[in-house]
């Protein structure tokens, strides 16, 4: 895609989707109240501008699987730097890491991810991807990024600009499923958690694998997410963060915005795309153009803004 | 399940040693699982007692295999592009299981 086409893209809401899904280009988010709104900061609107008249902005990267090594993306580690680079030019007040941290769980993972994370000097809030979890149901994980007060099972909540966030578990499974669950003890904690704050607090849902269902023939799907929403309709704006497929894709229901994110490591196909969700391949001079972090800016009594920008 | 598991792990252990040095044959063998496009095949695979089942791993992506009792009857740690994992059957029965990374793929043996 050349620039004129970037630019004509850009110009409808449906040539913005479209290069998202398939230039990965990013979006910055600013949750401004409500609903949010994704605007492509790499394409001339510039982040600062977004952050200055903001009250609170926090970024999201996502399955940054250092430890991968196969054609689709030899360096990990560089396109992870890249895209904390990018976060730390935002100046947000803190960051969030929707999964898939490592690809294979294994320790020298966990130590290079955290190194290369800690050098962002950002606040930095997890929860884990499926492949952070693997043979040890997320012991190593949990370790190194548990969330503060986390119960048992790795969930947790926290409060920051006026926002609550909740990061749920939807990556461990003990026996074959269409999709990740999130389980009765999580719903509980859920509600409970839900039951004091007000229905004009803005909520950010932060959890790994797709919280709607996007493709469930490739487990794209958390199968009953259903009843974590039905805590969740009192409330005027909730903004679901994901990760796990890769790439940028939007849904709006109500008062509830669900957007997955790109990877900082390589992309995956679009929906039903290919044989498989695996590792696509794209030229290596391409390759930061389809992945990308997100800002997230909120202001007070205003509607959410929510920006993608791809690392080069 | 738990006696299974017992007697049937340093099998499946010793079967993996002769992995190493070319005891076992290529995809095409009947008593091995290739694991390609998110899926197993052949599934379900019908084999007698006493088989020692590979799996391999021919994605990009990793994959375990993992009994659909959360793992306790056998469970392959994460297997990478070209990792393979073996369990000798000793037992007749179903045996049902999963990836534990991409719950959606399943698979059986039957052992008869």
């Known amino acids: ?312 | 399940m738990h006696a299974i598991k017992r007697r049937a792990l340093p099998l499946a252990a010793a079967a993996m040693l002769l992995l190493g040095i070319g005891a076992y044959a290529g995809a095409a063998a009947p008593d091995t699982v290739t694991i390609a496009n998110f899926a197993f095949s052949p599934t379900p695979l019908t084999v007698a007692p006493g088989t020692k089942v590979t799996w391999n791993n021919k994605d990009e992506e990793p994959h375990t295999v993992t009994s659909a009792d959360g793992g306790h009857t056998f469970k392959s740690p994460a297997l990478d592009t070209d990792d393979k994992f073996s369990f000798t059957f000793n037992k007749a029965g179903t045996y049902k299981y999963f990836c534990s990374i991409h719950r959606q793929m399943v698979g059986t043996i039957i052992v008869k």
């Open chain 1, 1 to 312: 895609m050349d620039t004129r086409d970037k630019e004509s893209l850009v110009n409808t809401r449906r040539g913005l989707l479209k290069c998202m899904a398939w230039a990965g280009t990013g979006i910055v988010w600013s949750v401004v109240g409500g609903v949010p709104k994704g605007v492509p900061i790499s394409m001339g609107l510039g982040g600062t501008a977004l952050a200055a008249t903001s009250a609170f902005t926090f970024v999201q990267i996502s399955d940054s699987h250092i430890g991968f090594k196969a054609d689709a993306n030899p360096d990990p580690n560089a396109t992870l730097q890249a895209a904390l680079d990018k976060a730390v030019a935002l100046k947000p007040a803190m960051m969030i890491h929707t999964g898939d941290v490592t690809h294979l769980s294994k320790p020298e993972q966990f130590d290079t991810a955290d190194q290369i994370i800690k050098g962002a000097k950002l606040d930095t809030h997890f929860v884990p991807g499926e492949h952070d979890v693997i043979g040890d149901d997320g012991k190593m994980y949990f370790e190194r990024f548990g969330g503060k007060g986390a119960a048992a099972g790795g969930w947790y909540s926290f409060d920051q600009g006026g926002v609550h966030f909740v990061a749920l578990m939807n990556v461990i499974g003990f026996g074959p499923a269409t999709g990740a669950t999130l389980g009765k003890d999580q719903l509980e904690w859920l509600e409970k958690d839900l039951k004091g704050k007000s229905a004009s607090t803005p909520i950010v849902v932060l959890a790994h694998i797709p919280l709607w269902s996007i493709y469930p023939q490739w487990g794209w799907v958390t199968a009953d997410a259903d009843q974590a929403f039905a805590h969740l309709k009192r409330f005027g704006s909730v903004t679901v963060l994901n990760g796990h497929i890769h790439q940028v894709v939007q849904k709006v229901e109500g008062k509830v915005t669900f957007q997955t994110a790109m990877s900082t490591a390589f992309p995956q196909p679009a929906a039903g795309t290919a044989p498989s969700p695996g590792p696509m391949k794209v030229p290596a001079d391409k390759l930061k153009s389809v992945l990308g972090i997100r800002e997230i800016a909120f202001a007070p009594a205003a509607a959410p803004k929510l920006t993608d920008q791809i690392l080069g």
